[in-house]
């Protein structure tokens, strides 16, 4: 069975509820999807005031744990066109496994979320990107087969370097992730499954 890590950092919920449909679509493959959290670091007085969702659903994930899964899907909001500090932090202490070539060869793929049409969804995922890079992971996003992203009909996130969805700051944040981009995060869940059990079947053929 392959096994897949859907990892995530969400302030509001909109990553949380990306990370859903990505899992969803991770199951829709036959594989078998984890949704794991990374620590918060904003301290809890200060987040309460700023209203964070805390979702408690989710376990925090550990660094250790990483090299068990075939594939890692990463859910970042972005930060300034960046990934968030959380999401940052929680890689920065890979040094170890990345010593050791532990997740050389295993997929890697990334989501978003931003407050505007132009808020730098494809820099915060190519940012990540270059993490994931330097570990040696093979990279999968959102390909063109998923029309979705294509569409014009309708204001919407998504793009061939990963999912996305526009949460509004202009509003407070209140818009929800859209039908069309929970397919998007669904479609990479499912695609991204597709690749790693394709890798893992290479990898067990070359041993035999």
Known sequence: MTNVLVLYYSSYGHIATMADAVARGVRDAGATAVLKRVPELV????????????????EVATVAELPGYDAIILGTPTRFGNMASQMKNFLDQCGGIWFENKLVGKVGSVFTSTGSQHGGQESTILSVHTVLLHLGMVVVGLPYIF????????????SPYGASTLADDGKGGDRQPS????DGARFQGRHVAQVARALSVARLGKAA
């Open 43 to 58: 301290p809890k007085e200060i987040a309460q005031k700023a209203g964070y969702k805390v979702d408690e659903r989710a």
């Open 147 to 158: 029309k979705g992203q294509m569409r014009m009909d309708e204001i919407t996130g998504g």
């Open 179 to 182: 039908a069309n981009e929970l």
